[in-house]
């Protein structure tokens, strides 16, 4: 009887011990994954989100300290949670656990691809057109023929009215303008570095709200001008297409010095998360 009762033992202490490392071997491997992903590959530049993680990305934010980048890169790339809710969905304490079993596994991995996430999503504060009627769709990489065949590296959001010189655009973020002027393809355009790295950029506006230079700091919601229909031709060009406003959003990588991401969920995000309008000066 005593043997027997050591056997058992021992089995349990073999199914516990098994169940142990295909947990921690299963939490390697997540880890390990973060390595393996470069912003430059397809997924990451689309930002792939749906409905249920949107959710999950604007709870987590409430509910934890953690930063929105921080939590896209969980959300990002864990599949199966353990300790997850009834639904299924990633809880807060789940979203902390797996912040740290990353770094505790592959910190350099999580701090890069952190970073990457970051740079997108960490300063985002303000809705980009200051109105309640405006619609946007998913266009990214949409098919573009001016100057060449390519594809759209952003979303157009399309105002209710076809007004040029109507519609206030804002800074979504705090940031610094890096560039200003006119682009053939953008018109009158203005892009902002914000404080985690990503550029932030406004295109086809009718009309700046002040003379910008290179180097002024802004402050989220700060008027920058208004949604116009410029661009597609040498500088003065209008009505080449409808009233909008065309945001893209762009980081740094080790290897690509400006590469493009989807802005929509990023949009849908702040569409939801703030004030559309929050409007803090026009200069």
């Known amino acids: 009887m005593k043997r027997y009762l050591h056997y058992v033992l021992f089995l349990f202490f073999l199914v516990g011990s098994s169940v142990w490392l295909s947990r921690v071997l299963y939490q390697q491997s997540v880890a390990l994954q973060l390595s393996w992903v470069k912003p430059e590959s397809d997924p990451f530049r689309e930002q792939r989100l749906n409905e249920k993680s949107l959710a999950a990305l604007l709870s987590l934010t409430q509910q934890t300290q953690m930063q929105p980048g921080e939590i896209m890169t969980v959300l990002a790339h864990v599949r199966k949670v353990s300790n997850a809710g009834k639904s299924g969905e990633l809880t807060a304490a789940a979203s902390l656990k797996w912040k740290y079993l990353m770094l505790k596994y592959n910190r350099s991995g999580y701090e890069a691809l952190n970073e990457a996430y970051g740079a997108i999503w960490n300063d985002i504060q303000c809705f980009p057109v200051a109105s309640e ?32 010189g109507h519609y206030p655009i804002v800074s979504m973020t705090d940031g610094v303008v890096e560039k200003i002027g006119w682009l053939p393809k953008g018109g009158y355009r203005i892009g902002i570095r914000s404080p985690s790295g990503g550029y932030f950029y406004y295109a086809h506006l009718n009309e700046y709200s002040r003379a ?70 026009s200069g």
């Open 133 to 164: 009627e405006i619609v946007y769709e998913n266009s990214w990489m949409f098919e573009r023929t001016y100057g060449g065949k390519r594809g759209h590296e952003g979303v157009d959001l399309m105002p209710p009215e076809n007004i040029p």
């Open 212 to 281: 910008f230079q290179a180097g002024d700091v802004v402050s989220a919601g700060t008027v920058l001008g208004t949604m116009g229909d410029t661009g597609y031709g040498p500088e003065g060009t209008r009505g080449k297409f409808d009233v909008h406003l065309h945001l893209g959003i762009y980081i740094r990588t080790e290897d690509t010095p400006e590469l493009s991401v989807n802005p929509y969920w990023v949009l849908r995000y702040c569409s939801q998360k703030t004030a559309k309008g929050c409007v803090a000066s």
